[in-house]
């Protein structure tokens, strides 16, 4: 409700700036637009570990109606169907353990449901000049609350969101109450919507009971982006939780040589507000009073290519942590299906060359990353959350557009992980986190 006064407030007092702008009469226009998507996913583990793969079909539709050129409503409605290729509620028999990977192209909290539909998007829009106001659900992108677009139904969230876009920066600032975190089928409260997603260890070893137990409000979000002068980019973003944490984002980029060349570096800060989620420690989420990551990143382009190599440190002291559910950590060495989040004294470096080819007026983007993780032991829960050992991380992502096909999108991505260092010959050490190999492959018709 507050959120909603809060909303009425803003709006009235831009339609009170923009007086008189235009003496044109309302035009009314409506707009439909969607895109199907069919995504197969599999993966192969090591000798006798049970391989996943899963084929889902499905996609979003929406519509938007523009009254005038300052008010918009629009919705959009997803969906996921499981052809139910293989039962993913069957555990692999040696770990007791479920699919990671293909759980989440359908719904996570209950694999035998053949079907999601969700109406992910419901907004009220107003704009005027460089202002702009959106209130109801809707999708956002952030450095760490975005879409995580890899799977069927991303992460949508509900609440109110400003945007100011002059020329030489932009800010935006956000409230929201709830979040459908990706591959669910509902929006759940701030709180509520945490431990979605496996919750690993707690930092003595037992597991973590946050599920269910997590305590808040609310999200308040504040983001810029800011080009002080023609060689120098800022963003910044601050993600205030209520009664859990509080997480600063910096990353200034400079532009090198003749532009071609440029250095970025990061830093994030987090702090527990509160009692971290809960008052009781073994139902607590942001355990560590703190944790800090230092980023530096060279990118190289030329022609159609780009070359980026990616260091992450997150020190020692605190878990690097952030509800997955959200979003994927967009940090320099992050690489598609896996994640930093939840290590602490960690290290990370990626080799990332991506290049466009032009093919008789079709384009085929090839990307190719190699990285390198060290992971604290798996044997340390209070630096290593998810047991995951260090590995070598290997993507192929290949992308086409046709010319003749231009709604037609297709994407091909290729993983392998190699497990690195001493760990403990344990099967659940392996499972769907090193040793294995993966096949996406996504087919969209955008219209």
Do not use: C
Not at 16 to 32: N, T
Not at 251 to 269: F, H
Not at 288 to 296: C, P
């Amino acid at each position: 409700m507050r959120i909603f006064i809060a909303s009425l407030l803003i709006l009235s007092s831009l339609q009170l700036v923009s007086g008189q702008e235009s003496s044109a009469p309302p035009q009314k226009k409506g707009e439909i637009s969607g895109q199907w998507r069919t995504f197969f996913l599999g993966t192969y583990n090591k000798g006798d570990l049970k391989d996943f793969y899963a084929l889902a079909t499905g996609g979003k539709v929406g519509y938007t109606h523009s009254f005038n050129n300052h008010w918009q409503v629009g919705g959009v409605l997803y969906t996921s169907i499981n052809t139910g290729i293989q039962d993913l509620s069957q555990p692999d028999p040696v770990t007791g353990k479920v699919s990671r990977y293909e759980a989440g192209l359908f719904d996570v909290e209950d694999l035998s449901d053949k079907l999601i539909v969700i109406p992910g998007e419901l907004f009220l829009k107003y704009a005027h000049l460089k202002h702009e106001v959106t209130l109801g659900r809707m999708k956002i992108v952030t450095p760490m609350i975005n879409p995580q677009d890899g799977r069927m139904i991303p992460t949508l969230e509900q609440g109110l969101w400003y945007s100011f876009a002059p020329n030489k920066y932009k800010v935006q600032l956000g409230v929201f109450n709830a979040i459908a975190p990706r591959s669910t089928g509902e929006f759940f409260d701030i709180g509520t919507s945490i431990g979605k997603y496996p919750v690993g260890r707690n930092p003595d070893g037992k597991e973590s009971r946050y599920a269910g137990n997590t305590i808040s409000d609310f999200i308040a979000m504040a983001n810029m982006n800011a080009s002080p002068d023609k060689n120098i980019d800022v963003e910044l973003s601050n993600y205030y939780v209520d009664g859990i944490f509080n997480t600063i984002y910096v990353r200034p980029t400079i532009k090198l040589g003749q532009k071609d060349t440029q250095l970025s570096m990061e830093y994030v800060r987090q702090d527990r507000l509160g009692d971290g989620g809960n008052s009781r420690d073994s139902l607590r989420y942001f355990t560590d009073k703190n944790a800090n990551v230092l980023g530096a990143q060279m990118t190289f382009r030329w022609n159609a290519a780009k070359i980026t190599i990616g260091y992450d440190h997150i020190l020692p002291g605190g878990r690097f942590l952030f509800p997955r559910e959200w979003g994927r950590e967009l940090l320099f060495s992050f690489q598609k299906r896996e994640r930093s989040e939840g290590s602490a004294d960690n290290h990370a470096l990626v080799l990332t060359y991506d290049q466009t080819f032009t093919i008789n007026n079709d384009k085929l983007r090839t990307v190719f990353s190699a990285g390198h993780h060290w992971k604290p032991p798996v044997t340390d829960p209070a630096d290593n959350k998810y047991a995951q050992p260090g590995y070598t991380h290997l993507n192929f992502d290949i992308f086409y557009t046709s010319e003749k096909l231009k709604h037609l999108q297709p994407e091909l991505l290729l993983v392998y992980k190699i497990g690195q260092g001493d760990f403990p010959e344990n099967p659940n050490f392996i499972l769907n986190k090193v040793d294995m190999f993966q096949v996406n492959f996504v087919v969209n018709y955008n219209f």
